[in-house]
């Protein structure tokens, strides 16, 4: 299964409609209100793109309220983590280690805004 085929299964899988050309936000994101929609990605042959639609879907299967900001970024990078290992995709390293420092950075940023330091999950980072 080459990425193209993959995105397109877990598009179809989870049931997420994707809005290219959305007017909502400058980068990709995901709507968690249960539209089930990604906006703003698109669809490359590329491990990147398929780890960034894997991720964003993590964002909506992963979903808690009241979930911290680092954490919503942890649990759907973990999410992705395991859709990868699911679909027999291997990791790459740097752009896991990418995710794994941003997330550190809002939790990091979290801090400097008033963030307890302790969090509800432990952090995948």
Known sequence: ???LEAQVFEIKHWNITIVENSTCWSRVHAHCDGSRKICKWRRKNS?????VLLHEIGHIETDVKGMKRCEQESE????AVERLRALGIPIKRKILNDYKDYTKRTYERGVRR???KKVKSGLYI
């Open 1 to 3: 299964m080459d990425y």
């Open 47 to 51: 491990y990147k793109s398929l780890f």
């Open 76 to 79: 759907a990078t973990r999410w």
């Open 114 to 116: 008033g963030l307890k």
